[in-house]
C-alpha cells in the first residue's frame, strides 16, 4: 500500500510515501497520516491529498469540535492549500461516511465532532464553545412516540450556559 503525499509550499514541494512511517525518525512527523490513512480507508474513502491533511488536522490530538471555518484557518496555518468549500464538502463526506458527528448548535453554527459515540453538549454562549456530557449523564425522562412510521434515531441535548448572574 504505498501513498505518495506531496505538499507544495511557497513554490517547495516535498514528496513522501507512507510506507516511510515504518522507519525510524519518520514515526513522529508520519504516523498520523497512516492513522489517517486507516480510518479513511475503513470507511471506504478514497484517501485523496486534501482528505488526508484535513484528517490529519482533525484526528490527530483527541477529541474535538470544529466548524468549517475554523478548520479552514488551521488548514491555511498548516500550509495545506484548499478552500473553505472543499473543507465543507470535506467534513460532510467524513460525517456520512461516519467518521464525524455533526453537532447543529443553530441555524448559523453548526460543529463537526471527532467523537462519535453517544454524548450530549454543554455550550457556552459567550465564546461558542462545546464540551462533551458523557451519554449516560443526561436521563430523557419521556419522549412522544415518533411520528408513524418513523423511529428515533438519537437524541441530542444541548445544555447552553451563561455566566452567573
Ligand atoms: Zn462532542
Known sequence: MFVTITNCRLGACVAFSLPEVKRIGFVTQERPYAQTLTKLREAGLRPTRQRLALGRLLFDGGDRH????????????AGVSVSLATVYNTL??????????????DSARTYFDTNI???????????????????????????PPAPEGMDV???DVIVRLQGRK
Open 66 to 77: 470544529v466548524t468549517a471555518e475554523a478548520l479552514h484557518d488551521e488548514a491555511q496555518k
Open 92 to 105: 460532510h463526506q467524513f460525517t456520512s461516511a461516519g467518521l464525524l458527528r455533526e453537532v447543529v448548535v
Open 153 to 155: 434515531a438519537r437524541v
Open 117 to 143: 459515540d453517544d454524548h450530549h453538549h454543554f455550550f457556552f454562549e459567550s465564546d461558542g464553545a462545546l464540551m462533551d456530557i458523557a451519554g449516560n449523564d443526561v436521563v430523557i425522562g419521556s419522549l
